[in-house]
């Protein structure tokens, strides 16, 4: 076993390919010794919350910012070295967070099932020829489903120009669920396989996600809806009461460094976060329109649009029952 002083565990909601070749490099560079448990950003965050923040991880790495904000009590703030390089629209503004990629939502399309006139908008989701159609992650499982249903609900509600606030997600919210058929997938990597295999024609992914398996060679189509869509960054954070705290901080730094944003941006499929690379990619950072999305707010309310969720989800389920 490596000294103490040479070690780091990391909590990561990131697949093994992408965090694997990243940790390799942190540790072939700095000479820590990185252990590594992974599992969904929310499971992974509510084992913490549970344990009242008693867990021997020094750092957590991935998820959406707005899971991270949720659970902002369990991690210590810290301004990496580099910061200053990364476009402030990612940026934490209590640097309770690091920032790593930037991750569009984007919707896909079975390529042989579906033409992409059919396809085009939020609102074309909605249309009742695809109910039962659509493939989705459980948001209270997967930070990257929690993104895709809250831009969803974001650009209908924008869209019809219903009431603000919560009571506008009283009236989206179940709109989404029915279209669903009350069914979501336990995990986001099966929503890209289910759109592939053609058991569904629709699914709310993230565009690393759609671009992976289209690379593999698998029948999927790439859709930025016309309303816009969300560019939500995941990020790195580190632990409150972290054993190896400078070595949590060095891996924050190493992961906004322009060697390690290039790695993440071409191989594997992700945006970086710097100003610097703003324009690189097809299509840019700058040429995708946006919806506005409040991170602060919405994380702050995480908790009851979850319960809402699941609610409305259950409502959906019982009706299928009962027909």
């Known amino acids: 076993m490596p000294a103490e002083d040479k070690r780091l565990l990391i909590y990561t909601s990131h697949k093994e390919e992408l965090w694997k070749p ?22 992974l965050l509510e084992d913490i919350a549970e344990k009242k923040g008693e867990v021997d991880a020094d750092l957590f790495f991935g998820g959406g910012v707005e899971s991270l904000d949720a659970f ?63 493939a989705m992650a459980n948001p209270a499982h997967s930070a990257s489903a929690f993104t895709g249903l809250l831009s969803f609900a974001e650009a209908v509600r924008e869209d019809t120009d219903s009431t603000e606030g919560s ?20 995990d986001s990597g099966e929503v890209p396989e289910a759109v592939a295999d053609g058991s569904k024609l629709i699914g709310i992914t993230l565009e690393e996600t759609a671009l992976k398996y289209i690379a593999k060679g698998k029948n999927i189509g790439i859709i930025y809806p016309k309303e816009g869509t969300t560019v939500v960054p995941d990020a ?10 400078e070595n949590a901080q060095k891996f924050l730094d190493f992961s906004i460094s322009k060697d390690c944003q290039n790695i993440l941006q071409k191989r594997f499929h992700r945006r970086a976060v710097l100003k610097s690379m703003a324009g690189e990619g097809e299509p840019s ?33 019982e009706e299928e029952k009962a027909s």
């Open 72 to 134: 902002s009590d369990y991690f210590i703030p810290y301004e990496a070295k580099g910061i200053e390089a990364v476009d402030p629209q990612f940026r934490s503004a209590s640097d309770v967070w690091t920032p790593f990629s930037a991750l569009p939502v984007v919707l896909i399309y079975n390529e042989k099932l579906l033409s992409p006139e059919e396809l085009s908008s939020w609102e074309d989701v909605l249309n009742p020829k695809f109910r039962g159609k659509i």
């Open 22 to 43: 990243i940790v390799k490099e942190f540790e072939e560079r700095t000479g820590i010794w990185v252990e590594v448990v992974s599992g969904g950003t929310n499971l």
């Open 167 to 186: 009571d506008g997600d009283k009236e989206i919210l179940p709109r989404i669920a029915k279209q669903l058929d009350g069914k979501e997938y336990a």
């Open 285 to 317: 950072l700058l040429e995708i329109k946006r919806l506005s999305y409040d991170v602060p707010k919405i994380s702050a309310e995480r908790n009851r649009v979850l319960t809402d969720w699941s609610f409305y989800m259950g409502l959906i389920e």
């Open 236 to 245: 790195g954070a580190i632990l409150k009461g972290a054993k190896h705290l």
